[in-house]
């Protein structure tokens, strides 16, 4: 409905009518003051305009009463829509456990999007509607920035790190989908959009019986679609060796990985650390950041040997891996 | 008392180039800051210009995405920056205060030197190729990804760095040690307190941008990884450095600008200020915490969430200063005298649309929010709403006030109303479509867009044109009033202020005799100030 009158974006996630209601709120606030303020100075500027050029008003020196009221009641105010910005905000960094992980690349100047079971895609996010979404997002190059207005989520994509974003849309459609950190030259052509389907039509377009993906980059884009991103980084755990000394023999050079997903591991240097995306992905690159307890500083670096799309395919491959 | 002023007193360009008076070091810094001005204003308009419709037409992506680099950059650091310190500041401090010049008069001059050969740099760098990394040098964009001028340019904002070093170290020891007999801290123009805050932030805030810049040369010159992750560096480690700076930049810009409203709203309602101690002490108050709210640019920057959490609290804490001096102002109205003569009209501007600018920062101060309009034309709207319609509203005020003093001219009153109007029309129109803009998604950065977007670019693109008009009349009658203005007397305002003691222009020394201060700063109302 707000989006009839050309000032609002189709809102199209649980969580953008959420944020539609604080910025109302806000605008009424801000009305308020602005009205408020405006007025008394219309109203002071008329009453009390300059009669005759040797007119002295009188002293007024102030008001302790009227400087704690408008310090205390803006303060009041202020700290009702901090902590109404900030549930908001907790929620947006509160992924639901059940949400679909799909993994995004950004680089000059295209989003590269990876879906779990293979498919992937450029410039384009297929969804289901109704089904909470986890985006995972990395760069290649500079910082680039996953902007959804109609689900009023942004966030950096930043090399050298993951980052997470979700939503869970709630009505079937096409939107834009924007880069919003600078990033260079086309950065303005850096656009693409989220088509959002339903479950069944989903469904299908996962195993590639849809249309192929639209677009300049179609063929790139379908080349892979068959393998799974863990059965891939199956593929690539072979190929680059891992296996030769991450195994669970006694003696092994390597700390076994099944189970290390989500465990606590312990260090060297006697701390202890989460084993989450960003660790094995440091491990990967920079093994000498972080050396596990009884193991030797031994491990080569892959810095320079796989590329982002390769670590997201070890890193689901190895939180495959339970203990047996 | 003779004709001899600080205007006559010697002519030829060495009397200016080797001046140590800081009236006329103010002239030279106000001549070329004007300059930059209006270089930064052609690159504003030419934004506009493309903005016009969703294609390129008028320039492609490179040289657009250098426009908006080069606004951002001349507009930020080579004039808004130092323009009311480096202008009316250096003009006023001594004279507020009953000095005879500032602590260090050759250091005011050296600080000139050093601004222009920076501002030379930059301009180099500007017209040799130019730079795209945006105002905000975001790495690893300007280290490794950017293929242009970013060393020149860096290192001119970091030369220039030394010359606002400068000036807040002059303006501090000048108001500590050089005040006229009996004016107590208490007693000081609302101006000298806001320019005493704006000069602590200068001395504190300007060496981190100048590191962070040297850094990002290194890194750019020499592969040494501070902030690129190829090379185990850390990009978002160059945001926290550089907004450090660059968020008390933004109080840099707008303190100064609320001490000469504090002093034009007393004079045009002949009032002494509603709550003088609150406003001086909320210039000190919006310093010190203007300096713990910067990671409230960094909410979708990947951050801690915790650290998120904290800088939104205390960025809602910092408004309330703000707001205190809006309703002091405001209160300070209420049974004054109140005349609309041309610095008033913009002093009034100023609160309405400093209102709105504050009022938008809210929006983007709170969490939820800021992750929708984060990066997006509602973040260009507010904020130039507080450095457009804050700083550069209050600049012009302060330019109109003190006019008749600084050139002893008076400028055509109906015309600089006109002007005052143009400006306050044009800016609204330019900026107010663009906050809907920014809720609609619209990116900022962007010089081609969606068609659904256009209506409200036209719309900030007529606006432009009307505040480029606007920027042009004071230009002109003010050049005009130079050689044909009337002459200005000593208070053409009824202004109290130890400025307007002095004839106009005044004399090199300021004063003939030293004034001896017995009363607060603002006795407009005749009998209460002699019970004081």
């Known amino acids: 409905m707000l989006e009839k009158l050309g000032l609002f974006p189709a809102a199209a996630s649980t969580h953008a009518g959420r944020v539609d209601a604080l910025y109302l709120f806000l605008i009424g606030v801000s009305a308020f003051f602005a009205i408020l303020i405006a007025t008394l100075i219309v109203v002071f500027a008329f009453k009390y305009r300059r009669r005759s050029d040797d007119e002295q008003p009188k002293l007024i020196e102030g008001s302790l009463a009227l400087e704690l009221t408008w310090s205390i009641v803006p303060f009041g105010i202020a700290m009702l829509i901090f902590l109404w910005g900030a549930q908001l905000f907790v929620s947006l960094k509160t992924p639901p456990k059940n949400a679909l992980d799909v993994f995004v690349v950004g680089r000059q100047w295209m989003w590269k999007v990876q879906h779990l079971e293979g498919r992937r895609e450029i410039d384009e996010l297929h969804v289901p509607v109704g089904r909470p979404v986890k985006l995972t997002l990395t760069s290649e190059d500079v910082i680039h920035s996953f902007f959804v207005p109609a689900f009023r989520i942004k966030q950096d994509a930043v090399p050298g790190r993951y980052t997470e974003e979700w939503f869970e849309a709630t009505a079937v459609g096409s939107y834009h989908l924007f880069c919003s950190q600078y990033c260079g030259t086309e950065h303005s052509r850096m656009i693409g959009r989220v088509v959002v389907m339903e479950p069944a039509d989903y469904q299908a377009w996962l195993s590639g019986d849809g249309r192929p993906a639209a677009g300049a980059n179609a063929a790139l884009a379908t080349n892979a679609a068959a393998v799974s991103v863990a059965t891939a980084g199956e593929g690539l755990f072979k190929d680059l060796g891992c296996a030769t000394c991450h195994k669970s023999k ?58 982002e799309e390769d670590l997201l395919q070890l890193i689901t491959y190895i939180k495959t891996l339970r203990s047996s | 008392m003779s004709d001899t002023n600080y205007l006559n007193v010697d002519y030829g360009i060495r009397s200016w180039l080797l001046t140590v008076d800081h009236k006329r070091i103010a002239l ?134 030394f010359s606002s070093i400068l000036t807040g170290l002059n303006f501090i020891v000048t108001i500590h040690r050089m005040r006229a007999p009996g004016l107590t801290w208490f007693r000081l123009p609302l101006f000298i307190w806001a320019t005493y805050a704006t000069s602590v932030i200068f001395i504190l ?314 009363g607060p700063a603002y006795c407009y109302a005749g009998e209460e100030a002699e019970v004081v």
């Not at chain 1, 606590?264 to 920079?286: P, T």
């Not at chain 2, 209050?394 to 015309?415: D, S, V």
């Not at chain 2, 609204?428 to 920014?438: D, K, M, V």
């Open chain 1, 250 to 307: 006694p003696g092994a050079l390597g700390p076994s990985l099944a189970g290390v997903f989500g465990s606590q591991v312990q260090l060297q240097s006697g701390a202890s650390v989460a084993a989450d995306e960003s660790y094995l992905r440091e491990s990967i690159l920079n093994p000498d950041a972080k050396i596990v307890a009884g193991y030797q500083p031994v491990m080569p670096t892959f810095q320079g040997q796989v590329s």
């Open chain 2, 28 to 161: 030279l810094y106000l001549g070329s800051i004007t300059v930059m001005f209006f270089l930064g204003g052609v690159f504003a308009l030419m934004i506009r210009l493309e903005l016009l419709t969703p294609a390129a037409d008028v320039v492609q992506a490179d040289t657009y995405n250098k426009l908006f680099t080069m606004h951002g950059i001349i507009m930020v650091f080579f004039f808004l920056i130092p323009s009311i310190p480096a202008t009316l500041g250096n003009f006023l401090v001594p004279m507020m205060i009953g000095a005879r010049d500032l602590a260090f008069p050759r250091l005011n001059l050296a600080s000139w030197y050093i601004f222009l050969v920076g501002a030379l740099f930059t301009l180099w760098a500007v017209f040799t190729g130019g730079v795209d990394t945006g105002w905000t040098f975001y790495t690893p964009y300007s280290t490794v990804g950017a293929n242009t001028k970013v060393i020149p340019a860096a290192v001119g904002i970091f030369i220039n760095g």
């Open chain 2, 205 to 518: 805030g300007t060496p981190v941008i100048a590191i962070t810049l040297a850094l990002v040369g290194v890194e750019r010159a020499f592969h040494i990884g501070i902030f690129d992750p190829a090379i185990g560096g850390d990009p978002i480690l160059f945001q926290h450095l550089f907004w450090f700076y660059s968020h008390p930049a933004v109080y840099i810009m707008i303190l100064p600008s609320m001490g000469v409203v504090s002093e034009l709203i007393t004079c045009f309602a002949r009032k002494s200020p509603f709550g003088y101690s609150f406003i001086a002490i909320s210039s000190l108050a919006i310093a010190f915490l203007g300096f713990l709210v910067w990671g409230h640019h960094m909410f979708v920057s990947g951050q801690s969430a915790y650290a998120s959490l904290i800088f939104s609290f205390l960025s809602f804490a910092v408004a309330i200063p703000s707001a205190v001096k809006v309703f002091n102002w405001t209160a300070t109205l209420y049974r004054g005298s109140i005349a609309f003569q041309a610095p008033m009209l913009y002093a009034l501007g100023f609160i309405g649309l400093f209102t709105i600018g504050g009022l938008t920062g809210l929006f983007l101060a709170s969490l939820g929010l800021d992750v929708h309009v984060h990066d997006t034309y509602f973040v260009v709207a507010h904020f130039h709403y507080i450095m457009v319609g804050g700083a550069l509203m209050g600049y012009l005020g302060g330019i109109h006030f003190w006019w008749p003093k600084i050139t002893g001219r008076m400028y055509p009153e109906t015309l600089s109303k006109i002007a005052a109007l143009v400006v306050f029309l044009g800016f609204n129109l330019t900026f107010f479509p663009q906050f809907i803009l920014g809720y609609l998604g619209m990116p900022r950065r962007y010089h081609v867009y969606p068609d659904e977007f256009q209506v409200l670019n036209v719309m900030s693109t007529a606006g432009a044109s009307v505040l480029g008009l606007g920027y042009l009349l004071p230009m002109g009658y003010l050049l005009w009033s130079l050689r044909y203005g009337a002459r200005a007397p000593a208070n053409p305002w009824q202004a109290t202020g130890l400025e307007w003691q002095t004839p106009s222009p005044p004399p090199t020394e300021n004063f003939v005799v030293t004034p001896i201060v017995t």
